[in-house]
């Protein structure tokens, strides 16, 4: 069965930092494209950074870019994100996900949540002092 589980959501003040993980089990994430999304309240579900192809390729929404670095450990088979300098618009329920593909392929964020299969909980994402 494949599983995802994200942790790592905090209350964090403006400017401060947080990794968040999203570990695997039933699967090998190398395999697979794993994206993070945040959702806030009200708003659409948008992907924020995804890895694909053996971690050689990454992509970030363009207002994270700088601050949020994905990165995964193969032998842990745990996708993480590392988030810096966060701010109220931050704030959300992340949540990581894995796409199946047919053939190798770079990832983006602006595919959207379509074509990812499996989903993890969520963990929550809090800024403020």
């Known amino acids: 069965q494949l599983q995802l589980v994200e942790s790592g959501g905090d209350l964090v003040q403006p400017g401060g930092s947080l990794r968040l993980s999203c570990a695997a089990s039933g699967f090998s994430l190398e395999d697979y494209t794993i994206g993070w999304f945040r959702q806030a309240p009200g708003k659409e579900r948008e992907g924020v950074a995804c890895?694909?192809?053996?971690?050689?390729?990454?992509d970030y929404k363009e207002s994270v870019k700088g601050r949020f670095t994905i990165s995964q450990d193969a032998r842990e088979n745990i996708v993480y994100l590392q988030l810096s300098r966060l701010g109220p618009e931050d704030a959300a329920v992340y949540y990581c996900a894995a796409k199946g593909d047919s053939v190798p392929e770079i990832c983006s964020t602006e595919v959207g949540v379509g074509p990812y299969a499996y989903w993890g909980q969520g963990t929550q994402v809090t800024v403020s002092s």
């Open positions: 890895i694909a192809l053996h971690g050689i390729s990454t």
